[in-house]
């Protein structure tokens, strides 16, 4: 039994290495090729730079017009991202927790939101926009990502909160804590670890989206990270060191988020094996 165990061990940690380094293997030359020359770069593109040209990374900013579109992404990812967790966080309180009539149905609702693709919406939404005045705005895009993702949401939270014990409510409502107490002074602190898994997941299709702030914004001056990042493909074709500069520059903020709540990342992950 030990001996299948081991061999059990020694797969899975063989499989989820080579798995690592299939997947770092080329961000790792994207950065090192940043670091490059052009001609460094054309003579081998998976050799290593003889000297570290951080300038690349200045111009790739300056070339990409990068902060501008970096302030529009922080602000439409943050603002989606607010609204999503707490809209999402609030309603699976409800489902979760409460008995109310269409309670089923309104749980149902949110499951069949998984089941829409997303692009398929993106004419209806962007008619919708067009009627109502939001085009090329911040709220164009940050309505539509706020919907998107309410329904993956709530279908964690839920999840996570319907198996907390009914002492927590309790013990709050003899301290004279009303609905909304409870929830933001005891539930959610300890819906850390599925909130962590669920910003994580909004941040990064946020940061990320590409085709509805393609559709949806035009004005250059609103243009999200990712169509900086297009336009830049566009205009330096031949650079090649300068766009490994701008794609590593944008990667960093999600490396940050996910160092940041990694460690109630792996909590949630292994909640449920430790249960009991």
Known sequence: MEKKSLTFKVFVYSFLSLFAIVNVFPL???VVDSFKTEQEYAANPFSFPKILQFSNYSKAWEVANMSTYFVNSIIITFVSLIVTVLLGAL???FLARF???LRGFTYALFLLGMLV???ATLIPIFMIMKEINLLDT??????PYTAFHLSLTVFILEGFMRGFPKDLE???????AGVFRIFWSIILPITRPALATVIILNFIYNWNEYLFALVLLSSSALKTLPLGLSNFVGVE???????MAAITIALIPILIFYLLLQKQLVNGMTAGSVKG
């Open 28 to 30: 790792f030359w994207m």
């Open 117 to 119: 693709p997303i692009h």
């Open 91 to 93: 309603a699976a309180y």
């Open 99 to 101: 008995q109310f009539k």
């Open 138 to 143: 911040h709220l164009s895009l940050i309505l």
């Open 170 to 176: 309790e013990s709050g409502v003899m301290d004279g």
């Open 237 to 243: 074709t031949a650079s090649l060191t300068l766009q």
